[in-house]
């Protein structure tokens, strides 16, 4: 028979690292979905520059029906890494729950059968876990959207420190009065 007091804390751990080990592969590839969809919107924007600044050129070589074409693939490319991290993200909101409750399942077999534990320790663990479990989707999920959006983060950090290394020293000594 196994001590209750150091039973119950073993399976709690277990279960909680298995939460966030589980969807692990889901919030990888939601980094590198966000990756791709930053490429994309990056591209889109970089295509309406260019097509902004030579916009009669386009119209003069009658290139339009090509230019739409090139905008139309990266309107795909978007729309399917935007789809993708949606399912990335709802396949992990639904794996959680399942896993939870399998885990919750062995633990009380577990608890009843070798540790001992009463009916009414059992209904609170099952209370708390049932409280716990929403709290478990929120941050496994905050993180996934934290991961997916890692790449447009750090554009924009790339941005800003290309602007503090662009800025214009003020090396005058006149003042103006």
Known sequence: M?????????VLISASWGNLILPKRYISLSKSVGKKLTDVNLSIGSFFLTRIQSFKLI?????TVNENNKFQNLSILQKDNSILGAILLNKTDLII???IILISILFIYFAFTYIN???ETLGIYLFIILRLIPIFKSIIKQIQTIRS?????NVVIKSLNEFDQNKELNTGKKKYT
Do not use: D, Q, V, Y
Not at 2 to 10: Q, V, Y
Not at 59 to 63: L, W
Not at 149 to 153: C, F, T, V, W, Y
């Open 97 to 99: 729950e399942p896993f």
């Open 117 to 119: 534990l009463t009916i």
């Open 2 to 10: 196994l001590n209750t007091n150091l039973g119950i804390p073993i």
């Open 149 to 153: 959006l890692e790449a447009s983060i």
């Open 59 to 63: 119209k003069i070589t009658s290139n």
